[in-house]
């Protein structure tokens, strides 16, 4: 698996993540 894709997927999931957090914390 290329590095560039994994680093994409892992900033894709921590972008998710975050905005859940950020939701959950507005609510």
Known sequence: ???REALR???AEGL???RIHK???VI
């Open 1 to 3: 698996m290329p590095v």
């Open 9 to 11: 997927q892992l900033e």
């Open 16 to 18: 998710v993540v975050l």
């Open 23 to 25: 939701g959950a914390t």
